[in-house]
């Protein structure tokens, strides 16, 4: 009686060679790191969000109490803060930062504020005066 064509090819086959082994090892650590690195720079991204989207919403909670009031609520150095580490000086009326992010008055004539977050360094600036949100740099001074 003849083998068939599937017994006969693989008789002879060793398995999985060792070589074999660590080439699907080396595949699936590149995979991992990849992913672990696209999933790092979301997260970092989505902080940056929130930082801004923070500093977009204290805007308009100031340009309310402004039309009101005729003055912006804050005083130069003063920070709004949803750090725990970072006590808050002031509130501002409909409010409330997120969790890690910190509002800072740097200057009050013109009337400008900077948005940090906790988990990055990025560091963003509104001008009231010019009405535009810009990246000015890092937390570390770059």
């Known amino acids: 009686m003849t083998k068939g064509y599937c017994t006969s090819r693989f008789a002879n086959s060793q398995g999985i060679t060792m070589v074999g082994l660590i080439a699907v090892g080396f595949c699936l650590i590149i995979v991992v790191v990849v992913g672990a690195l696209i999933l790092?720079?979301?997260?970092?991204?989505?902080?940056?969000i929130?930082?801004?989207h923070d500093l977009r919403m204290f805007v308009e909670a100031e340009e309310s109490y402004y039309a009101e009031n005729e003055e912006y609520v804050g005083e130069e150095r003063d920070v709004v803060s949803g750090d725990p580490g970072t006590p808050s000086d002031f509130s501002v009326e409909g409010f409330a930062p997120?969790?890690?992010?910190?509002?800072?008055?740097?200057?009050?004539?013109?009337?400008?504020?900077?948005?940090?977050?906790?988990?990055?360094?990025?560091?963003?600036?509104?001008s009231f005066e010019e009405g535009i949100i810009k990246r000015i740099g890092d937390k570390n001074g770059k």
Request: net charge positive; proline share 5%; charged share 20%.
């Open 40 to 48: 790092q720079a979301g997260k970092r991204a989505a902080y940056e």
């Open 50 to 52: 929130t930082a801004k």
């Open 98 to 126: 997120s969790p890690g992010v910190v509002i800072t008055v740097v200057s009050e004539d013109p009337f400008i504020v900077t948005s940090t977050h906790a988990k990055v360094k990025a560091v963003f600036e509104y």
